[in-house]
Every structure is written in structure tokens, then in C-alpha cells.
Nanobody, 120 residues
């Protein structure tokens, strides 16, 4: 199984920037897609951004489109979420997701999460 570790979270003022990193403990074989999700207190976990590994197609939630950028570095087994023009509404625990395809089924793996707090 792949182990995912997020980092880069912290406190940032509204309008500022932050870059989150997610590093896999081993190479991500059979990787169908990777994504970033977030969960704020009292709310369900929601989709933020994702990349389809084959072809590198990206998708973004409307709430972050134009502000966040998903990227990857295959040599470091790391994906990034560049967060620009952050808003207080972006405050949440951000989780890295890896979706793999095994035996005709998709299996999701999750990191432990990293806290992002945006002050007004």
C-alpha cells in the first residue's frame, strides 16, 4: 500500500499564497488519479482538485478554479497544490488522495491531512 504524507499547511492571511505537498513513501504504481480534498469543521469532505495520471488532465472545484493549481513531480513521488489568493473560506484540513485501480475496482488511499488556516 502507498503511504501519503501531506505538508506545507499553516496560517496565512487572506490574499496570500501557500503550497501544499503530498509525498508518497513509495512509487505510485497503478495510479489512476490523485487529488486534494478538504474538510472544514462541521462540513463534509469536499473535492478540491485532481489530476488523471495518464495524460495529466486536471479538474478543479468551481470554488478554487483560477486560484489553485495542481502539479506533480514524478521524480520525487510528490504532488503539489499551489494555493493563491486564498480566502477565509479555504480554511480546512486538506487531504491528499490516491486512487488506484485493482482487479476491476477503484481503491482510495488518504494522507493524514494538513491544516490550512486563512485569517481575514
Amino acid at each position: 500500500q502507498v503511504q501519503l504524507v501531506e505538508s506545507g499547511g499553516g496560517l496565512v492571511q487572506a490574499g496570500g499564497s501557500l503550497r501544499l505537498s503530498c509525498t508518497a513513501s513509495k512509487r505510485t504504481f497503478s495510479n489512476y488519479a490523485m487529488g486534494w480534498f478538504r474538510q472544514a469543521p462541521g462540513k463534509e469532505r469536499e473535492f478540491v482538485a485532481a489530476i488523471r495520471w495518464s495524460g495529466g488532465n486536471t479538474a478543479y472545484a468551481d470554488s478554487v478554479k483560477g486560484r489553485f493549481t495542481f502539479s506533480r513531480d514524478n521524480t520525487k513521488n510528490t504532488v503539489y497544490l499551489q494555493m493563491n489568493s486564498v480566502k477565509p473560506e479555504d480554511t480546512a484540513v486538506y487531504y491528499c488522495n490516491s486512487r488506484k485501480y485493482f482487479g476491476g475496482a477503484y481503491i482510495d488511499y488518504w494522507g493524514q491531512g494538513t491544516q490550512v488556516t486563512v485569517s481575514s
